[in-house]
């Protein structure tokens, strides 16, 4: 008994040892600041702070950009981003270059706490160590804010940095720019800011239970909490974009609405990202990331399953309630009026196998990102008061089963879930 009790002890002391080395690997000496920071430093800071998205979740709604405080939901509580700033207290103020490499690079915080995922260090470790520097270098040159970090709200055992350790050490290892040789410099280029700097895999992948990125690489996934399917970009049936010319990708990255031979637009949570960050990139750096997602390996099913018919009822039923409430937009055979309105007869976003995001739209509503390209976008109006949750599976069963589509019926439990 004695034998196998120092057994497990030694097992546990081996864990610990074992966890705490793979948290604390490939941790750069931190070192004071050399030199102040020069001005194209703080200038090439504010565009990486822009392709990044930064202030998308280190701004609350109406508040001071950078200032934090807007809540993540997650579902192990909420997560409240930190303040920016160059506060001494609240913010950045007390911070090195190499703290804030850090952050981005190994996922701790100045005082060595280890942070939670959903800053996305899983992806932006990914990064150069000249661009988290340029990146550090803007956000101290911004107006000191005052807002004192909010702290999160997480159930037991999710708010314990024990957990966090553990988490970490299954899930996350620091990474490094990757480079192909056998590839184009905007390839690599586009490779380093979807794969890094962009963090793409932090919503367009699917997630295993504790939350961590589970499957293929960009192969699509409900995006926790908001319930949001973020499409497959290697999938041809979801958001692959393999047989787009490359002006045609960057045409959506740019505008948020997609060229009139491919039809629609971006919604839900992708209009933030087109709004705050991917309309302001450069020319190059937005054909580097089609360049990129145009050359993502296809993502093949081998023998799909094929789509049970829809019910004549939801089709009949449905059939009557889009001529009641959508065919003047959206045309009697769903043909639509782009860029306006989108078409719904081979429309992909129609008839994926998710129809979550055709169930926020039509409950909710909403518009396409406002863009240079695209400045007075049109709106869809909620339904929401409009449709019962019976009504609205019968009109969107109607639409992902006419006009040649050939998608899955939604039922009323379908909608009454994402209703919620």
Not at 220 to 234: H, V
Not at 322 to 335: L, R
Not at 341 to 370: C, D, K, Q, W
Request: hydrophobic fraction near 40%.
């Amino acid at each position: 008994m004695k034998r196998v009790l120092i057994a497990v002890v030694l097992l546990l002391v081996a864990v610990v040892a074992l966890v705490l080395a793979l948290n604390f690997r490939d941790e750069a000496p931190l070192l004071a600041d050399a030199a102040p920071f020069t001005a194209q430093q703080v200038a090439r800071g504010a565009y990486l702070a822009r392709a990044g998205n930064c202030a998308g979740c280190h701004t609350e709604r109406g508040g001071v950009p950078y200032a934090g405080g807007r809540g993540i939901a997650t579902p192990f509580g909420t997560v409240f981003a930190p303040n920016l700033t160059p506060h001494p207290q609240h913010g950045l103020g007390g911070w090195t270059s190499a703290l804030f490499w850090r952050a981005m690079h190994n996922g701790r915080s100045a005082d060595g706490r280890l942070l939670y995922p959903v800053f996305p260090y899983t992806e932006l470790t990914h990064i150069t160590r000249e661009d988290s520097d340029a990146l550090f270098a803007y956000l101290r040159s911004l107006p000191v804010a005052d807002t004192p970090n909010r702290p999160h709200v997480l159930s037991f055992p999710y708010d314990t940095q024990a957990a966090l350790a553990v988490w970490r050490a299954a899930f996350f290892r620091p990474g490094s720019v990757a480079h192909d040789a056998g590839r184009s410099a905007a390839w690599n280029r586009g490779a380093y800011l979807v794969e890094g700097l962009g963090h793409c895999n932090a919503c367009h992948s699917s997630r295993n239970a504790l939350g961590a990125s589970s499957g293929i690489a960009l192969g699509g996934g409900l995006i926790p909490i908001q319930n949001w399917y973020a499409p497959s970009l290697n999938d041809a049936d979801e958001a692959g974009v393999a047989d787009w010319t490359l002006p045609q990708i960057v045409t959506l990255l740019q505008s948020g609405v997609a060229h009139p031979s491919r039809g629609g637009s971006v919604t839900g949570p992708m209009v933030e990202v087109v709004t705050g960050s991917l309309q302001h990139l450069s020319a190059d750096d937005l054909l580097a990331m089609a360049t990129y997602l145009k050359a993502l390996p296809p993502h093949d099913v081998k023998d799909p399953p094929k789509p049970a018919p829809i019910s004549a009822a939801a089709m009949e039923h449905g059939g009557k309630l889009y001529e009641q409430h959508c065919v003047g937009c959206h045309g009697k055979q769903g043909e639509g009026a782009p860029p306006a309105y989108p078409p719904l007869a081979g429309n992909r976003a129609v008839t994926m196998a998710s129809a979550a995001n055709l169930v926020h739209i039509v409950l909710e509503g909403g518009f396409a990102p406002s863009t240079p390209a695209n400045p007075r976008p049109y709106g869809m109006p909620p339904f929401a008061t409009v449709l019962s949750d019976a009504e609205l599976a019968s009109v969107l069963s109607h639409v992902r089963g006419s006009w040649g589509n050939a998608g899955t019926e939604v039922s009323p439990l379908d909608v009454a879930r994402l209703r919620k």
